[in-house]
């Protein structure tokens, strides 16, 4: 049994201690706490596995007053023994099981560490129904205090709250204890209409039922608006464009990019509008952290504060703006978190940044100097936390092994220099192409990493995301995900942040035989090899999840939109081929695409992402 233990996150400390406790039904669940009720949530939660997984029936008493030998689970919260903030010791006897902690979160996920032992029993036993547990003894705890994902809700896909409160659940049962919604545009500001009439926003009460979501799973929904850059779905309103930095073209370090872009730091007007911003959207949550966003504002001192940023210096002028919507956020009662990808270009400017600010360290690549700025933070003793990616957004099916070596850069850094959180980003840059299950094994190892780095260092993830992402005890999806979120090395050229498929359907064709003639040759034969490889395990995959069938549906478009790039990449070469024939292959998977989208998310921004495809489209009927 114990060859089949596999563990998301893999425990600190496991010890097999030998035997085997017998489940039978009619036992009790015990919640030995001075407030019971705050354990209801994960009893009740073993209860719905321990139903499902073995049929059995157990009933929950707050008073440790009934037969010691009814007592089949004790959930105890108590200071000792348990001293580390989120740990709990779990101990299977042949008598019992019990789980302690010092706090509710901690027997919390002691609770999802039982489950998964429960679900790995399932392989280890003959019959498909489980019988018995290991006996063991578990001692764990996180290294870093926050482990949270944020997922891009602003390019283009808003989810349904189907979909977010199935993520929520799957993302609590690994121990991701903060979640946060990328927003641009996106919340339904009742004093901006005009800015989200078209992006099916998510409304106060959608995020009202998010928040308690998130709470009973121990999980802070932290409030994220984008509040410097990144405001051209705001600036592009009449009402809203006088407070742009830039009306028009910029420079960026990739090239000229049409504005407008960023708010006008010396504008009083735009103080005013984030003022209206936070008034509107921060009483929705209970949490008391606040991500502000102000990155990538490139634009800065090429329009209205080109003379101020030349006179005082543009690092400057940036962190004076700063500053003015940190003293917003802590007016408003929150600690500000804010991307820090500005300030680090002006090292000696990090001393002034708020000590009780957080900075939020990111960056996508595996070799990304999350050791080198994590050390510029804690020398001027700034918070901040490590923020990695999924690599699944500009690739379609993923890029594994950067993402394995991003998030496990980022945790092994964060903890050497003290990173006091760890947040694992998942963007949807140019039209959020890749569908939600790509994401699943970034969304894995991240929290493993971010549990307990050593210990997962050597995590079977492919195993692991098969088993508790997909459902999938056969392995066979986890692997298929794996090795085709790889495919993206085959072709023999990996751009940065992105891989050559996604931008072989991205560019025009002009600009992709411009690219192909500064490459090495591509080798289309052995990406079509990869990608039919990969896909060829989905027919021994077992899925237990309630959309097995949508994620089948979704792997197989994402497979035929990656043999289409490797077609559109050998018509850039110059090799014959049916220009008809490809049109009508990509209007079918567009087709598809469609029915995908709307299946998990809502439709305001599918025009903009199906818009982008019909484009490349559009290049095979010119002739």
Same mark, same amino acid.
């Given at each position: /049994? =114990? @060859? ?8 600190? &400390?496991?010890? /097999? ?5 017998p ?10 706490s ?30 440790p007053?009934?037969p ?12 000792a ?7 709990y ?6 008598a ?7 706090? %509710? ?12 032992? /429960? ?27 926050? +482990? ?14 189907e979909t977010?409160?199935?993520? #929520? ?13 990328? =927003? ?21 009460? @959608? ?9 009973? !799973? ?14 051209? &779905? ?5 009402? *809203? ?5 830039v ?13 407008p ?11 005013d509008l ?11 949550? =209970?949490?008391?952290?606040?991500n502000v ?24 002028? *940036? ?9 917003? #956020? ?16 002006? %090292? ?37 936390? #490590? ?8 690739? $379609? ?9 991003? $998030? ?18 998942d ?21 493993? *990493? ?26 066979? /999806?986890? !692997?298929?995900?794996?090795? $085709? ?19 072989? $359907? ?11 003639? @500064? ?5 289309l ?33 994402t497979?035929?939109?990656? +043999?289409?790039?490797?077609? !559109? ?5 110059? &090799? ?11 209007g ?5 695409y469609? &029915? ?18 019909? !484009? ?8």
């Open positions: /049994m =114990t @060859d089949h233990l596999h563990l998301l996150p893999a425990p600190r &400390r496991l010890t /097999m201690t030998g035997g085997a406790f489940l039978a039904d009619g036992q009790l669940i015990l919640l030995d001075p407030t019971p009720q705050e354990l209801r949530f994960a009893a009740a939660r073993f209860q719905q596995a321990l139903r499902e997984q073995c049929g059995l029936d157990w009933e929950l008493v707050a008073s007053a009934v010691p030998e009814q007592v089949g689970l004790t959930l105890r919260v108590t200071p023994p348990v001293h580390r903030p989120q740990g010791d779990l101990a299977i006897t042949p019992g099981i019990t789980i302690i902690a010092a706090e %509710p979160a901690g027997a919390f996920y002691g609770v999802c560490t039982l489950i998964q032992i /429960m679900q790995s029993a399932v392989s280890g036993q003959r019959s498909a129904v489980i019988q018995s547990l290991p006996c063991l003894r578990i001692a764990d705890w996180p290294d870093f205090p926050a +482990r949270g994902v944020m997922l891009d809700v602003s390019r283009d896909k808003v989810p349904t709250m977010l409160l199935a993520l #929520v659940d799957m993302l609590a049962g690994w121990k991701v204890n903060q979640l946060q919604l990328y =927003t641009e545009h996106t919340f339904a500001y009742r004093n901006h209409p005009v800015v989200w009439a078209a992006a099916s926003p998510l409304t106060g009460q @959608d995020i009202l039922t998010l928040d308690a979501c998130c709470r009973e !799973r121990h999980i802070e929904l932290v409030p994220n608006q984008n509040s410097f850059g990144h405001m051209h &779905r705001w600036l592009k309103h009449p009402q *809203y464009a006088p407070l742009a930095e009306p028009g073209d910029f420079d960026t370090p990739w090239g000229r990019h049409e504005g872009f960023s708010l006008c730091p010396l504008d009083p007007g735009s103080l984030i003022r209206s911003l936070y008034d509107e959207l921060l009483p929705h949550f =209970t949490s008391r952290q606040f966003g102000c990155d990538e504002t490139f634009d800065l001192g090429q329009g209205r504060s080109k003379e101020e940023c030349e006179r005082r210096g543009a690092g400057r002028v *940036y962190l004076d703006f700063l500053l003015k919507i940190y003293r917003e #956020v802590k007016a408003r009662g929150h600690t500000m978190q804010f991307w820090g990808d500005i300030i680090v270009q002006h %090292p000696d400017l990090i001393p002034q940044v708020p000590p009780d600010a957080i900075a939020l360290e990111w960056g996508y690549e595996a070799d990304h100097p999350f050791d080198e700025r994590g050390a510029q933070y804690a020398a001027a003793g700034v918070p901040f936390y #490590v923020c990695p990616g999924t690599s699944s957004w500009c690739s $379609l099916a993923g890029r594994t092994d950067n993402a394995l070596g991003n $998030l496990l850069n980022a945790a092994e850094n964060g903890l050497k220099h003290g990173a006091s959180g760890y947040l694992n980003t963007w949807g840059d140019y039209g959020h192409w890749q569908v939600l299950p790509v994401s699943f094994l970034g969304f894995a190892a991240g929290a493993a *990493y971010s549990w307990a780095v050593d210990a997962n260092r050597s995590l079977d993830v492919a195993q692991v995301v098969s088993r508790y992402a997909f459902r999938d005890p056969t392995g066979a /999806m986890g !692997r298929l995900a794996y090795d $085709l979120g790889n495919v993206y090395q085959a072709v023999g050229f990996v751009p940065h942040n992105s891989s050559a498929l996604f931008r072989a $359907l991205l560019w025009p064709l002009d600009q992709v035989r411009s690219a192909l003639a @500064d490459l090495p040759p591509i080798n034969d052995r990406t079509l090899e990869a990608i039919d490889r990969a896909m060829s395990g989905l027919a021994g995959a077992q899925m237990a999840r309630p959309d097995a069938a949508l994620i089948v549906q979704e792997y197989e478009n497979a035929r939109l990656m +043999r289409h790039a490797c077609r !559109r990449i050998s018509l850039a070469q110059g &090799r014959p081929a049916d220009r008809r024939e490809l049109d009508q292959d990509l079918q998977i567009i087709e598809e469609r &029915r995908l989208w709307l299946a998990r998310n809502r439709p305001g921004g599918l025009p903009d992402s199906v818009a982008r495809l019909e !484009r490349a489209r559009q290049d095979y009927r010119e002739q």
